[in-house]
């Protein structure tokens, strides 16, 4: 269907320029003035520039309200309120810019076509126009960059308030891994050269601040709403990054270093659900970095819950160092009972 439309729209384009050609012949063989012809298909070449300018504008209204409903739902975190709400002024901006700069192209394009008896203003330069289209939009550019370094500054460094929950998340090709700091709120030390079927992360259990930390055990994330979290970001392999679309947060998991980001959760799973109308609703963790070749499959469910169903959830995954195994005290008395046995028979 697809090449059938192609194939109508080309032989189309052909035939329209057969056409043109035809009729250019015709005006030629008529003797017809050609200033007359000239204007006649300046004026055309301006009502065709006009009406493409209402078409397009028009077109892209209609598909801006049309596909609405498929962009993300509102930001889910503390921080990502803010970055939407930027986000919207310099789209604001941009599209103010956008319609004056396109209406006008269009409409002098037309407005001021060739015509014979009319001649060009020689008008090389007015510096009161220079000042002016340099100046604004560099007071404009200037309050956008200022006002969007100021939230990401106070965003970033929301990274050292050291009052968040900590969580590791690991990646490598082509999966993630979370490990959840315990009571001590620290992570316990790694090395790659740990790494292991069992060990994963390459925990060092040696380390005290380790003995409490969490793995989970399935390709899911929970995480509490209304509790800052300081995401600590790891990699294996290549450089991956690690994207909250809905959280409005994403950093790069570099190989050999460990970088952070702060955030602070604010609508749950269930209300996010309620919020756009869809029972299936997930959030995510995806890696946006082309990674390999199955890049595509590298995706975690994230689960944000009250606080009481996360603790709930926490107990049951399993700690990065198993707890030393306790032999039952029946055991061990029925042991001692079978060696003295045995002690009294070999006396005997």
């Known amino acids: 269907m697809n090449l059938l439309l192609i194939i109508a729209v080309l032989l189309g384009v052909l035939v329209t320029a057969r056409l043109l050609n035809v009729v250019q012949l015709a005006s030629s063989l008529s003797g017809e003035d050609k200033d007359e012809t000239q204007a006649r298909h300046d004026k055309w070449n301006g009502i065709g520039m006009m009406t493409f300018m209402i078409a397009g504008l028009g077109l892209m209204i209609y598909m801006t309200l049309k596909y609405q409903p498929f962009m993300l739902p509102e930001a889910a975190s503390k921080h990502g309120k803010e970055t939407d709400f930027l986000l919207n002024i310099n789209f604001a901006v941009i599209g103010i810019v956008f319609f004056i700069t396109q209406i006008a192209l269009f409409w002098f394009v037309y407005k001021y076509r060739h015509s014979a008896s009319r001649r060009a203003y020689f008008y090389p330069e007015n510096m009161k126009l220079e000042m002016l289209w340099t100046i604004i939009p560099t007071i404009v550019l200037s309050a956008l960059i200022i006002t969007g370094l100021s939230s990401w500054n106070r965003i970033t460094n929301d990274v050292n308030k050291g009052d968040g929950m900590v969580v590791q998340v690991y990646g490598y090709q082509f999966n993630w891994i979370t490990r959840y700091a315990g009571a001590d709120n620290m992570l316990g030390k790694s090395n790659f050269r740990l790494i292991a079927d069992d060990n994963p992360l390459g925990v060092d259990v040696s380390d005290p601040a380790a003995a409490d930390d969490i793995m989970t055990k399935a390709n899911e994330m929970y995480i509490p709403v209304g509790q ?4 600590e970001f790891d990699s294996r392999d290549v450089l991956h990054s690690a994207y909250f679309p809905h959280f409005r947060a994403q950093m790069n998991c570099v190989p050999g270093m460990t970088t952070r980001f702060y955030m602070e959760p604010t609508i749950t799973t ?4 309620e919020i756009t109308g869809n029972e299936k609703f997930d959030y995510v963790l995806v890696c946006n970095k082309i990674c390999g070749v199955a890049h595509y499959t590298m995706k975690m469910k994230v689960v ?25 005290a029946q055991n061990n008395q029925i042991d001692n009972t079978v060696d003295n046995n045995e002690a009294a028979n070999a006396a005997v």
Request: net charge negative; no cysteine; proline share 15%.
């Open 270 to 273: 269930a209300q996010m659900r």
């Open 304 to 328: 944000v819950v009250e606080q009481a169903e996360f603790d709930s959830w926490l107990k049951g995954e399993r700690p990065v160092v198993p707890a030393p195994e306790v032999v039952p």
């Open 228 to 231: 800052p979290i300081l995401f």
